[in-house]
């Protein structure tokens, strides 16, 4: 049994390592995701939820998976998620670019101090850090299983786009 929850707990870890990933396709996201896009029963969300309650849904089994004691759950609720992270992340990466740009605005929206400003940059920084690492991660597992080009050019493209906005934060910072 030991062996199976460390099967689980990597399975867990794996899954969790990939939330960045999905965050960041997620965040270029600036409208809903139809649910006709998506297969049938993949997700509990309504019609057309915003994309942040499905990576929240995800969280959510995660958590779910960790609770668990019986293998065959563990197992398919790890596959599920597997298989909902890879269609959101299919779905924000097939569509275009320039459909949905991504807005570096650096304004203040509310009255707020210069300190707290600073804090909520470095909060942006150090999320985009984080969906970095995941980026990087599943650029080489897709290395390693020897994906298509397509798929490695676009994970470094999605690369690309992430250290440009992370350049121009940093700027800003200074």
């Not at 409208?31 to 029963?41: D, E, N, W």
């Not at 924000?92 to 670019?97: E, G, H, L, M, R």
Request: with cysteine; net charge positive; proline share 3%.
């Amino acid at each position: 049994m030991v062996e199976s929850d460390g099967i689980a707990d990597t399975a867990i870890a794996t899954l969790l390592a990939r939330i960045p990933e999905l965050e960041w396709q997620i965040n270029k996201q600036k409208t809903f995701i139809s649910r006709h896009a998506l297969p049938k029963g993949l997700f509990s969300q309504s019609e057309h939820a915003a994309p942040i309650n499905y990576v929240n849904e995800i969280k959510n089994n995660i958590h779910l998976l960790s609770k668990h004691t019986n293998e065959r759950i563990r197992f398919y609720l790890a596959e599920k998620i597997q298989q909902q992270i890879n269609v959101l992340v299919g779905l924000c990466s097939k569509v275009p670019a320039q459909s949905f740009p991504r807005s570096t605005s650096f304004s203040i929206d509310k009255i707020s101090t210069r300190g707290q400003w600073l804090v909520e940059l470095e909060k942006k920084i150090d999320g985009l850090m984080e969906q970095k690492k995941a980026l990087i991660n599943t650029l080489e597992v897709q290395k390693v299983q020897q994906a298509s080009m397509s798929i490695l050019l676009g994970l470094q493209q999605e690369l690309g786009l992430l250290e440009k906005e992370l350049t121009l934060l940093q700027e800003k910072l200074k």
